[in-house]
């Protein structure tokens, strides 16, 4: 049963998570959708009616300021995140802003730094962490079932779905399969492992039928993160049409593997193995992803917990995806700070 107040949302991004994954989950929670957002107002208005929503607007300053909004759902491009966050943080409003929480480590601190100075919950929308299957893999880790963990391997190549061939892969609004997908797969790895990515390596290669041979961003890639002395190993795709998603943690214990557990969906099977004995993991409670995400944003909207994913644990992701970018850009390992 619902212990928090319904919050009343406005939408900054006409997108296609919004109308798919979010303005449902918002929904379903009771929660009412004040407001849409787009820099396009035809599409403002289209989006609003298609959805049922009263408001449409293009003027971004009054949809940051919007009266008796409690908090804004960005899921606009990735260029945009940060200051439509900072213009909506200003305004009072909480936000749930889509990954990656910026385009790099300075805005994301200063975006950061302006939620804490107003007192509002800045959330980062990484979904995978809240998942079951997540949730049960970090609890085998966390509760010393496989040990000490040595390494960790991410497989989420995937091929991009026709809808989404635009912005991704282009260099204008922060594209390209590193702060797509391998910003996730940092996030979940940072929920699993408990701690955060100090040093990267990494190959990023442009492999679509789609690619320009001037440029533009990756669309597969394989990194190596150092997580404590824990090692992650992923490989990331726009271009992979034929391959389950799957995380693997192997333990000084034993080991987890997760299939299809890298997906929107609540999916996926576990199976451990020790002293060469396989056997399934029963995951219970497999909850929509984008509720749980948005139960965790109300219950800290109310001072009832933290978020699934914090802004601060955004951050991290995005400092780890940033260098795996830069470590595939410059063939050179890549030393990762201390961000929040
Ligand atoms: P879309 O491409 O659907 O929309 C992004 C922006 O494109 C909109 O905000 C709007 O820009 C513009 N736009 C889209 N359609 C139209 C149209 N018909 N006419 C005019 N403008 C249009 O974005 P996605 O939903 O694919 O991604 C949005 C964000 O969500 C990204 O940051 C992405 O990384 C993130 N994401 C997160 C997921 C998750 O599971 N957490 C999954 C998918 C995406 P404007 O607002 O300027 O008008």
């Not at 497989?155 to 061939?165: C, D, N, Q």
């Not at 056997?279 to 917990?305: C, H, K, M, P, W």
């Not at 795996?324 to 050179?332: G, I, K, L, Q």
């Amino acid at each position: 049963m619902r212990t928090t107040p319904p919050l009343r949302w406005g939408l900054i991004g006409a997108s296609d998570i919004a109308a798919t994954r979010i303005v449902p989950a918002i929904l379903r929670g009771s929660d009412t959708v004040e407001f849409v957002y787009s820099s396009t107002l035809a599409w403002a208005e289209q989006y609003a009616a298609i959805h049922g929503i009263s408001n449409a607007t293009a003027d971004l300053a009054r949809a940051c300021e919007w009266p008796g909004v409690d908090a804004v759902y960005i899921s606009s491009t990735n260029e945009k995140h940060a200051y439509q966050t900072l213009g909506s943080v200003a305004a009072g409003k909480h936000v749930l802003c889509e990954k990656p929480l910026a385009l790099t480590v300075a805005d994301g601190q200063d975006m950061l730094r302006a939620a804490e100075k107003q007192g509002v919950v800045l959330a980062v929308n990484h979904h995978l962490p809240g998942a079951a299957t997540h949730r049960a893999i970090q609890h085998l880790v966390s509760s010393g079932n496989l040990g000490r963990p040595l390494a960790m391997r991410i497989g989420h190549a995937v091929m991009i779905p026709e809808r989404l061939k635009g912005w991704r892969l282009t260099d204008l609004a922060g594209g390209g399969v590193i702060l797509d997908i391998t910003v996730h797969d940092i996030s979940a790895a940072q929920a699993i492992l408990g701690n955060t990515a100090t040093e990267a390596s990494a190959i990023a290669v442009r492999q679509g039928a789609w690619s320009l041979p001037d440029g533009g961003p990756s669309d597969a890639v394989m990194a190596t993160l150092r997580f404590g002395d824990a090692m992650v190993q992923l490989h990331d795709a726009f271009t992979v049409a034929h391959c389950r998603s799957s995380i693997e943690v192997i333990g000084t214990e034993g080991s987890v593997r997760g299939v299809d557990v890298m997906t929107q969906d609540p999916f996926g099977t576990l199976w451990r193995t020790v002293d060469g004995r396989t056997e399934q993991i029963a995951v219970s409670n497999r909850r929509d992803l984008y509720d749980i995400a948005l139960d965790g944003f109300r219950s800290a909207t109310a001072g009832l917990g933290q978020p699934t994913v914090t802004a601060a644990e955004g951050l991290s992701a995005l400092a780890g995806a940033l260098a795996v970018a830069r470590a595939a850009s410059t063939r050179r390992n890549v030393r990762i700070a201390s961000v929040s």
